[in-house]
């Protein structure tokens, strides 16, 4: 029997596109009579997340993140792990060079890395110096690996760029719940919100961290509500997480800066992302770098017209003027005039609605799962 590990390193908070995603691949596997494991760091809080992977037959099993890149427990760890086990596929998902060495260490015979995000370099906005590059994690990664999976051209281009191998890296975009997020009902969530049927909802959704450009919202929002009171902005995502505490605190100052602080609802974490989205009038995304954006594909399959930055993998999902808007990075002033342009323009808000639904649907989960079987498949084929 083939045994299998998914490596997801963290913790799930709700039953979201990424969860969706390795309980939709860890039942392909069990299809195939493969034996599934799958490391979290810890249980998550609510049994309903443990439920489903216990029922598709998965061993779920709790391991520490890993301390930086070259972290010689995680490796020993991940090493007496795999061997205990008998590994014969190992998935590693963004917490990658120290569990991907044990993988190595332990010969584990297919050893697949998913590479989730642009550089921290990129995400920073900051070359990198002196022996920053060599990018050395990059390369024992990639040398550690028999496949990476990079969620856009842009994040395998740079990928390489940085010491990655060209040969082992292949595309496949992150997918989402289609049925999930196109189906979902909008039903008396303006109600629980305080929000009447006559005010334009703006819906951000990510966590309180800079690079996910809250702050470049913020300014844009400011300028427009002035104009429009009958605007509303929902950022949507968690800012409790230790790392989330100043910047979260930041944003709630600027919030009562602006004027509108009225209009600005920080939510936090939430598990009804679906519906919150079908209440909404547009999407904004405005990252400072992403992958590729698996929010904002959340929000264009469920029907709203979306306006995000031109950064990372971005502009791979949407097509300016067609599927969407896009403005400069960092760029408030840009921002707010894509947001004035939608809430001023009913017909052409519908207009990217529709393409953002049909681009959308190239994101689904069952196409990402063969995609990743293939993966899975041809390794250990290759091997035998």
């Known amino acids: 029997m083939t045994n299998i590990i998914h490596y997801w390193a963290g913790c799930p908070k709700s039953a979201n596109s990424k969860w969706q995603r390795f309980l939709a ?44 890149n070259f972290d010689l427990a995680s490796m020993w760890r991940t090493y007496r792990l795999l061997r205990r086990l008998q590994c014969d596929i190992f998935h590693c998902h963004n917490d990658h060079t120290s569990p991907l060495m044990g993988a190595a260490f332990a010969g584990v015979s297919a050893r697949v890395w998913s590479k989730l995000s642009m550089s921290s370099f990129y995400e920073r906005g900051v070359p990198p110096r002196g022996m920053e590059r060599i990018y050395l ?88 509500a002035r104009t ?31 004027g509108c602080r009225e209009c ?44 995000a930055s031109r950064a990372g993998g971005i502009p791979e999902v949407i097509q300016h003027n067609h599927s969407g808007l896009l403005f400069a990075r960092e760029r408030a002033d840009e921002l707010a005039e894509q947001l004035l342009r939608l809430y001023q323009d009913p017909h052409l808000r519908q207009r990217l609605s529709q393409e953002a639904m049909a681009v959308a649907k190239r994101f689904s989960m069952q196409r990402y799962v ?15």
């Open 25 to 68: 691949v860890i039942q392909r596997c069990r299809e195939e009579g493969w034996r599934n494991y799958l490391v979290w760091s810890r249980m998550p809080d609510n049994p309903e997340l443990i439920e489903p992977f216990r029922d598709a037959g998965c061993e779920i099993i709790l391991q520490p993140r890993s301390r930086g």
């Open 264 to 307: 600005i609802h920080l939510l936090g974490h939430r598990a009804d992302i679906a519906e919150l989205l079908k209440a909404s009038d547009i999407f904004a995304f405005p990252s400072r770098s992403d992958g590729q954006g698996l929010a904002l594909v959340e929000a264009m399959v469920a029907g709203l017209p979306c306006v």
């Open 228 to 258: 429009y009171p009958n605007m509303h902005l929902l950022l949507v995502g968690s800012m409790d997480e230790p790392n989330d505490h100043e910047f979260a605190e930041n944003l709630r100052c600027m919030a009562r800066e602006t």
């Open 137 to 224: 994690s990059n390369r024992v990664s990639s040398w550690c690996s028999h496949r990476i999976l990079t969620l856009t051209e842009a994040v395998r281009h740079e990928f390489i760029a940085q010491g990655g191998s060209r040969y082992k890296t292949v595309v496949i975009p992150a997918p989402v719940d289609v049925e999930r997020f196109a189906t979902a009902s909008r039903n008396g969530v303006r109600e629980k919100l305080g929000l009447t049927s006559s005010e334009f909802v703006i819906t951000a959704i990510g966590h309180a961290v800079p690079v996910k450009g809250w702050d470049i919202l913020l300014r844009a929002f400011a300028e427009t």
């Open 370 to 384: 063969e995609q990743v079987m293939n993966c899975y498949i041809g390794l250990v084929r290759k091997e035998t």
